[in-house]
């Protein structure tokens, strides 16, 4: 399936959310199936179903995975700037956390500033690994911009 797929023509995250739509669906009428001892899918009828945004929750669960992906990748990089960011984002105070690891207050704002910094940067590089094109990045960064904290 994917050989025919036109890296050109559309933006990866749609291919992948549409196939786990696919999958999980068809994985879901399963299982109902098989709990109810036959092959037959019940029909919803009037029961009532919880409201999903399916377009909202996928987003924030790409932008979850894109997110520990860059953290990941962070960490490997500068374990220093990963554990001081981590502290930050949890409120810890930057004095707290300079007496944790053993640094100065002014070396914890650095680090802080220098990882959101390095951070932003790998969530650019991630989005731009299934990216086709340098605007579809910028509309995807854009998009995705909503889910990212602030």
């Given at each position: 399936?994917?050989?025919?797929?036109?890296?050109?023509?559309?933006?990866?995250?749609?291919?992948?959310?549409?196939?786990?739509?696919?999958?999980?669906?068809?994985?879901?009428?399963?299982?109902?199936?098989r709990k109810?001892?036959?092959?037959?899918?019940?029909?919803?009828?009037?029961?009532?179903?919880?409201a999903?945004?399916?377009?909202?929750?996928?987003d924030e669960?790409?932008?979850?995975?894109?997110l520990?992906?860059s953290?990941?990748?962070?960490?490997?990089?500068?374990?220093?700037?990963?554990?001081?960011?981590?502290l930050?984002?949890?409120?810890?105070?930057?004095?707290?956390?300079?007496?944790?690891?053993?640094?100065?207050?002014?070396?914890?704002?650095?680090?802080?500033?220098?990882?959101?910094?390095?951070?932003?940067?790998?969530?650019?590089?991630?989005?731009?690994?299934?990216?086709?094109?340098?605007?579809?990045?910028?509309?995807?960064?854009?998009r995705?911009?909503?889910?990212?904290?602030r």
């Amino acid at each position: 399936m994917l050989a025919r797929i036109d890296p050109r023509s559309g933006r990866f995250r749609d291919l992948v959310r549409a196939v786990t739509r696919n999958v999980v669906g068809h994985h879901v009428e399963r299982e109902l199936a098989r709990k109810r001892g036959g092959g037959k899918v019940e029909a919803l009828g009037e029961r009532e179903v919880p409201a999903c945004d399916e377009e909202k929750d996928f987003d924030e669960e790409w932008t979850k995975h894109l997110l520990d992906r860059s953290l990941g990748r962070l960490a490997a990089e500068n374990q220093r700037y990963h554990d001081v960011f981590r502290l930050a984002i949890a409120d810890t105070s930057h004095a707290d956390i300079a007496a944790r690891l053993g640094i100065t207050k002014t070396q914890v704002k650095d680090a802080v500033y220098r990882a959101k910094k390095r951070l932003a940067n790998l969530v650019q590089e991630e989005i731009r690994e299934y990216c086709s094109s340098e605007a579809s990045c910028a509309a995807e960064i854009e998009r995705l911009g909503a889910f990212l904290p602030r």
